[in-house]
């Protein structure tokens, strides 16, 4: 993510002045890339204006209060903590934070949230996010506080409460599979209820052979469908949307996926802009995935919302019991 980011910010004139990591050879080689000094985490901001957090979910917590007490706007990764006593840290310390949920700024994603402002009251909601299992990175390791439904699920699930808009979730059902070969979820389908009655499903996996995001919105006057990966493509009622060009100097990916415009935002943020996305919607999304976690621990139970489980435990904690370690 620290390569993604720093690509993002050199396409919008953003330099990128120091940076730390958990390693030596790893910091090395990313100041090597970016043109920036190595310092440690402690050595942070190191007179930038803003951070970027892009550690492991569980140095998420430590790293940010560090950087919010430094004065300095923080951008950090989803998911916002590894559980949700840590979360309440980070929405009680203030400061100017922007939840870095990409898919937010995603121009596919703001063409879609438009047309699906114009289809009326909203009846269900679909988001697939498929892909085959990572290979790099500690994403199997329980430690790091849950599998897929952790990982890909957090944009699910924060793309869901977006499009939900003001309609509150009051609940929420799901089921969690793992291969034999690993310790943590690799499958999942989860449902969420609104006060209104919609219903958003989330269907998300590290099986598929190939990646497969897409959106489907649907009312009783229209749907509206959105494929991110692998082509990027929206329908309203069939009929293809026009797309905006993406910027032609760059990895169209960062356009597409929205790593662009958040790093724009970063910027305005910096400059005195409100955050649009701050810590406690990363607060919102992690309270729903601990929901599905626990929902999860005992099949075809629904847990309500707001989330009154345990504040101390990872969502992998939460399900775990049933599954080994």
């Given at each position: 993510?620290?390569?993604?980011?720093?690509?993002?910010?050199?396409?919008?004139?953003?330099?990128?002045?120091?940076?730390?990591?958990?390693?030596?050879?790893?910091?090395?080689?990313?100041?090597?890339?970016?043109?920036?000094?190595?310092?440690?985490?402690?050595?942070?901001?190191?007179?930038?204006?803003?951070?970027?957090?892009?550690?492991?979910?569980?140095?998420?917590?430590?790293?940010?209060?560090?950087?919010?007490?430094?004065?300095?706007?923080?951008?950090?990764?989803?998911?916002?903590?590894?559980?949700?006593?840590?979360?309440?840290?980070?929405?009680?310390?203030?400061?100017?934070?922007?939840?870095?949920?990409?898919?937010?700024?995603?121009?596919?994603?703001?063409?879609?949230?438009?047309?699906?402002?114009?289809?009326?009251?909203?009846?269900?909601?679909?988001?697939?996010?498929?892909?085959?299992?990572?290979?790099w990175g500690d994403f199997l390791d329980?430690?790091?506080?849950?599998?897929?439904?952790?990982?890909?699920?957090?944009?699910?699930?924060?793309?869901?409460?977006?499009?939900?808009?003001?309609?509150?979730?009051?609940?929420?059902?799901?089921?969690?599979?793992?291969?034999?070969?690993?310790?943590?979820?690799?499958?999942?389908?989860?449902?969420?209820?609104?006060?209104?009655?919609?219903?958003?499903?989330?269907?998300?996996?590290?099986?598929?052979?190939?990646?497969?995001?897409?959106?489907?919105?649907?009312?009783?006057?229209?749907?509206?469908r959105t494929e991110l990966m692998p082509?990027?493509?929206?329908?309203?009622?069939?009929?293809?949307?026009?797309?905006?060009?993406?910027?032609?100097?760059?990895?169209?990916?960062?356009?597409?996926?929205?790593?662009?415009?958040?790093?724009?935002?970063?910027?305005?943020?910096?400059?005195?802009?409100?955050?649009?996305?701050?810590?406690?919607?990363?607060?919102?999304?992690?309270?729903?995935l601990c929901a599905a976690y626990s929902?999860?621990?005992?099949?075809?139970?629904?847990?309500?919302?707001?989330?009154?489980?345990?504040?101390?435990?990872?969502?992998?904690?939460?399900?775990?019991?049933?599954?080994?370690?």
């Open positions: 993510m620290s390569v993604v980011h720093a690509m993002a910010a050199a396409a919008t004139g953003t330099g990128v002045h120091a940076l730390a990591s958990r390693t030596p050879e790893r910091a090395n080689e990313r100041a090597a890339q970016f043109g920036a000094a190595v310092v440690t985490f402690d050595e942070l901001p190191a007179g930038a204006d803003a951070v970027v957090v892009c550690t492991p979910p569980d140095r998420h917590a430590h790293d940010t209060l560090q950087a919010i007490r430094a004065g300095v706007v923080v951008m950090v990764e989803k998911p916002l903590a590894t559980t949700l006593g840590e979360a309440d840290q980070l929405v009680d310390a203030g400061g100017r934070l922007l939840y870095a949920e990409n898919l937010a700024f995603s121009p596919l994603v703001v063409a879609t949230h438009q047309l699906v402002s114009q289809i009326g009251q909203l009846e269900f909601i679909e988001i697939r996010q498929l892909s085959p299992r990572p290979t329980p430690a790091r506080g849950g599998g897929v439904l952790f990982d890909l699920g957090s944009h699910a699930v924060a793309l869901a409460l977006l499009l939900a808009g003001a309609d509150a979730p009051v609940s929420v059902e799901a089921t969690l599979s793992r291969s034999t070969d690993i310790h943590v979820d690799d499958d999942a389908e989860v449902f969420i209820t609104f006060a209104s009655g919609l219903r958003a499903r989330i269907e998300t996996n590290w099986t598929n052979p190939d990646a497969v995001w897409d959106i489907q919105v649907s009312s009783s006057t229209g749907v509206v082509q990027p493509s929206i329908e309203h009622n069939g009929d293809p949307i026009a797309l905006a060009p993406t910027l032609s100097d760059v990895d169209p990916h960062l356009d597409q996926l929205g790593y662009i415009a958040q790093m724009q935002m970063l910027q305005d943020i910096v400059n005195g802009s409100p955050s649009p996305i701050d810590a406690g919607f990363g607060r919102r999304v992690l309270e729903v929902a999860a621990r005992v099949p075809g139970s629904t847990v309500p919302l707001p989330f009154t489980g345990a504040r101390n435990l990872t969502p992998h904690q939460l399900w775990s019991d049933t599954v080994g370690p």
